[in-house]
């Protein structure tokens, strides 16, 4: 990726896009295939810190954009298990790795920071 066009991102970001992209997971998109979308963004997260990047910025944001593109498909679970209103995002989604791993909230997230 071009350095000058790279932009680092700090923290879990939604778009106006995404409602698209939570509907299209909802309606075209099986159970199977959304677990499956959730495992390789997991599996993702999980080595982010064993790939090289040229500074700290870079793999923070590099682990936001995995993080953001997680929410698509825990929204759209979330909306199918309550019932939800697509438009309304209440919260964020943290995969369990995250959750778990004191460690990795301290390196790349202030959300999980304790």
């Given at each position: 990726?071009?350095?000058?066009?790279?932009?680092?991102?700090?923290?879990?970001?939604?778009?106006?896009?995404?409602?698209?992209?939570?509907?299209?997971?909802?309606?075209?998109?099986?159970?199977?295939?959304?677990?499956?979308?959730?495992i390789k963004i997991q599996i993702s997260l999980q080595y982010v810190?064993?790939?090289?990047?040229?500074?700290?910025?870079?793999?923070?944001?590099?682990?936001?954009?995995?993080?953001?593109?997680?929410?698509?498909?825990?929204?759209?679970?979330?909306?199918?298990?309550?019932?939800?209103?697509?438009?309304?995002?209440?919260?964020?989604?943290?995969?369990?790795?995250?959750?778990?791993?004191?460690?990795?909230?301290?390196?790349?997230?202030?959300?999980?920071?304790?």
């Amino acid at each position: 990726m071009d350095d000058q066009n790279h932009n680092n991102l700090v923290n879990i970001a939604w778009s106006n896009i995404d409602f698209v992209l939570v509907g299209y997971a909802i309606e075209c998109l099986t159970q199977e295939q959304r677990d499956q979308e959730i495992i390789k963004i997991q599996i993702s997260l999980q080595y982010v810190g064993q790939r090289w990047f040229k500074d700290k910025s870079q793999i923070v944001s590099d682990w936001h954009r995995l993080l953001s593109r997680l929410q698509v498909f825990y929204r759209a679970n979330e909306i199918l298990q309550s019932n939800d209103d697509w438009l309304e995002v209440n919260r964020l989604y943290f995969p369990n790795i995250a959750l778990h791993d004191h460690f990795i909230g301290r390196k790349y997230d202030s959300y999980l920071r304790v």
